[in-house]
């Protein structure tokens, strides 16, 4: 559905309790990344974070009506509206890409778990941030979608008394994002696999490596706009083919240590050599050149189960090769001042 944007004037009474929000936000789970351009736009779909300008776009009726403290104001657009900014914070405030990490995945699963980890952080810490920021005591808006469903099975699947679901979802906030398998792989090492991959002696990357391959399924990069009961079944499934590599992991013993047997543990990355530009598949041309910023993230190749030494998924990792397009793609920045106009393609919600 074609979507539509306007700038938000930095001297209004809207982008200035935004601008406070924000940083109350990155309070409550401080990274040493912030990438908001501080650009902010009105939508008239459900808006994103442009990863590659560093605008952020939110639903005009949730700037609006949502972000108002007076007892009259609706609740539930409250919460919806909180929610969206605590989904846009985390996602500026993550890297996108770990360069030269082995266990990285630059695949669309990559962008499907990424949209899920931004939304549990708003779940999570919904309560708590309304409170602070002088709001009523707002509850999770139950409209969640399949990608929120799937990470936080995923997250409740790896979490532990070695790593703690909270302590999990901190570090899945600080990114980057290309490494949040990897980083719920080793919550299950730490939680499960600790007498099998202790932290000296053994290779835990080629150990952690093994569980994201469980956790690549094809349908992660749809699951945003799909229902909460699409994302429960593809975290069942996920679930079980964790399971039992945890239990094949087991019976096989400790894992040798790298170099020993180096034959069985290949040193490539999980989509290897795929350069980072943070955008979704490009929509149709549009007919300006100032479009509004769009919600983008990794770009999109086939779902790949099994994605270790798969190309480049991404593009090349430059503002220039956005602004190179004729007319300004999905996620093209547009200039200071400037107004967006219509027929942006829609976002990825957050």
């Known amino acids: 559905m074609p979507e539509s944007a306007e700038r938000v004037p930095e001297d209004s009474p809207t982008y200035r309790e935004f601008t406070r929000l924000y940083e109350l936000a990155r309070q409550l789970r401080p990274t040493s990344v912030d990438r908001w351009n501080h650009e902010l736009y009105e939508t008239s779909g459900t808006g994103g974070f442009d990863q590659d300008s560093g605008a952020i776009g939110i639903h005009k009726p949730l700037l609006r009506e949502g972000l108002a403290t007076q007892s009259t104001a609706n609740p539930r657009l409250q919460a919806r509206a909180l929610q969206a900014v605590l989904t846009r914070v985390t996602q500026a405030g993550m890297e996108l890409d770990a360069p030269g990490e082995t266990n990285a995945v630059r695949t669309t699963q990559s962008r499907g778990l990424h949209?899920?980890?931004a939304s549990v952080r708003a779940a999570t810490d919904l309560h708590a941030?309304?409170?602070?920021?002088?709001y009523p005591s707002l509850t999770v808006d139950d409209q969640q979608s399949g990608a929120y469903a799937a990470a936080n099975g995923l997250i409740q699947q790896a979490s532990g008394v070695g790593v703690d679901r909270?302590?999990?979802?901190?570090?899945?906030?600080q990114g980057p994002a290309v490494m949040h398998f990897d980083q719920l792989a080793e919550a299950v090492v730490r939680n499960r696999l600790a007498e099998i991959a202790p932290a000296e002696g053994v290779d835990r990357a080629a150990v952690r490596r093994e569980l994201v391959e469980t956790m690549l399924h094809p349908q992660w990069e749809s699951l945003a706009g799909r229902s909460p009961e699409a994302g429960q079944h593809v975290?069942?499934?996920?679930g079980r083919g964790l399971n039992?590599?945890?239990?094949?992991?087991?019976?096989r013993g400790p894992h040798p240590a790298r170099g020993a047997e180096s034959g069985d543990v290949p040193q490539q990355q999980v989509?290897?050599?795929?350069?980072v530009d943070g955008t979704q598949p490009r929509p149709?041309?549009?007919?300006q050149a100032t479009e509004v910023p769009a919600a983008r993230f990794l770009s999109g190749v086939a779902p790949a189960a099994g994605a270790a030494g798969r190309g480049s998924a991404l593009g090349d990792g430059s503002r220039a090769a956005a602004a190179r397009a004729a007319g300004l793609g999905r996620g093209a920045s547009v200039p200071r001042g400037a107004s967006a106009p219509r027929d942006t393609p829609r976002q990825r919600s957050g």
Do not use: H, Q, T
């Open 115 to 117: 949209d899920g980890v």
């Open 129 to 134: 941030f309304s409170r602070r920021a002088g």
């Open 166 to 173: 909270r302590e999990l979802i901190d570090r899945l906030s």
């Open 235 to 238: 975290a069942e499934e996920i």
């Open 244 to 251: 039992a590599k945890v239990e094949e992991i087991r019976r």
């Open 271 to 275: 989509g290897r050599d795929a350069p």
């Open 284 to 287: 149709e041309k549009p007919s």
